[in-house]
């Protein structure tokens, strides 16, 4: 069965992604003469959430899986209801698959803010049906600082939009891994 959605060819061949991850699967696209593995599929959308006291970064992959968006910053000041919008999230767009930033020392190691994350995602993991993963954040707010300013976001908007474009650097980073595994176990393939 061939469709198209835009200017993306969909095409019928279905790789299995991951032994440990039953029922998510990989889908080869086509644009134009380039073959792209497209990780979102009806059974796996991905959201990361960059964990903060004042605001929570939240950032949302494209229905392809090949791109992170950052979206408005909740209010981390309750993280009861952080839980709530994230599960409403969830439901209303298919998020299946959550990252929350785990923040480390530059040395490797755990402190307070790290609990905090690790408490948060099993809190997270209870409410939803999503699979939830901590990811390594390390120095994600100060890419995404860097981002901005490239971008010529003064210092007073980049307060407000930091959290989630950090969300989105970590979204990203996990998205172009998950592809290029994908890619590689199917080079693999005879």
């Known amino acids: 069965m061939l469709g198209w959605a835009g200017r993306v060819k969909l095409t019928d061949r279905f790789l299995l992604y991951g032994r440990s991850t039953p029922g998510f699967e990989l889908r080869p696209e086509t644009i134009g003469y380039e073959s792209?593995?497209?990780?979102?599929?009806?059974?796996?959308?991905?959201?990361?959430?960059?964990?903060?006291?004042v605001r929570v970064g939240l950032a949302v992959a494209d229905e392809l899986g090949l791109m992170a968006h950052p979206r408005q910053y909740l209010d981390g000041r309750d993280p009861r209801r952080v839980v709530g919008e994230l599960t409403r999230l969830a439901e209303a767009e298919g998020i299946t698959v959550f990252l929350v930033?785990?923040?480390?020392?530059?040395?490797?190691?755990?402190?307070?803010?790290a609990q905090r994350a690790r408490k948060f995602a099993e809190v997270l993991a209870s409410r939803t049906r999503a699979r939830v993963e901590l990811i390594d954040e390390w120095l994600s707010t100060k890419e995404a600082h860097a981002r901005l300013r490239e971008n010529g976001t003064t210092s007073r908007e980049a307060r407000e939009r930091v959290d989630s474009a950090a969300a989105a650097v970590l979204l990203q980073s996990w998205l172009d891994g998950q592809r290029d595994s994908a890619e590689q176990r199917d080079s693999e393939e005879p």
């Open 101 to 113: 930033g785990l923040p480390r020392h530059l040395n490797g190691k755990e402190g307070l803010p």
């Open 36 to 53: 792209l593995t497209v990780l979102n599929t009806e059974r796996m959308r991905a959201a990361a959430v960059d964990l903060g006291k």
